[in-house]
């Protein structure tokens, strides 16, 4: 499984640094792509951390706790890093995080918990590595890009660590 996770990686960290074959030319300067593997690590951290809470702790209990110590951290950083002007809020942006916060958030955790309660955390893991490469193919596809023989590569190698994590 260690294999599986370093070769994961391994693509992960080739399809961000988009290699173009020349080791001289990394071009690592798109910083969104970045953000994204961060986050991914981030949900893998948090995904083995609530691994070890479901032992003793109900899947929706560990959710509702969850998000119940997250939203004021969160408003917080949105008071301080955004302009908030009460004059533009409508229903649209209201549903909208109603939405991401009961449905996204709320139904997501809670399934994802269920299946990490009855799957060994490090499988459920090993698809984080699939949420980086997904997002350089959406700005690829948004921004008109062209697959590079790097990035095959790099999700060639994402899926032999994701097969490797997964196996028996």
């Not at 961060?38 to 209990?61: F, H, Q």
């Not at 269920?114 to 997002?135: D, H, Q």
Request: aromatic fraction near 10%; proline fraction near 2%.
């Amino acid at each position: 499984r260690l294999l599986g996770v370093f070769v994961a990686f391994a693509g992960t960290a080739l399809v961000l640094v988009r290699w173009t074959g020349d080791a001289t030319n990394l071009d690592a300067t798109h910083f969104g792509d970045w953000m994204v593997l961060g986050s991914a690590c981030i949900l893998g951290m948090r995904l083995a951390l609530c691994g070890r809470m479901l032992r003793t702790v109900n899947e929706i209990r560990l959710t509702l706790w969850q998000m119940l110590l997250s939203v004021p951290i969160f408003l917080a950083g949105g008071l301080t890093f955004e302009t908030v002007r009460l004059e533009n809020l409508s229903w649209a942006p209201v549903a909208g995080i109603l939405y991401q916060g009961i449905v996204v958030a709320g139904l997501g955790f809670s399934v994802q918990y269920y299946l990490l309660r009855r799957y060994k955390p490090s499988v459920m893991i090993s698809f984080n590595f699939v949420a980086p490469v997904a997002g350089v193919l959406l700005g690829m596809w948004i921004l008109d890009e062209h697959l590079t023989a790097g990035l095959l590569g790099g999700m060639a190698l994402v899926a032999v660590g994701i097969t490797l994590l997964a196996r028996k």
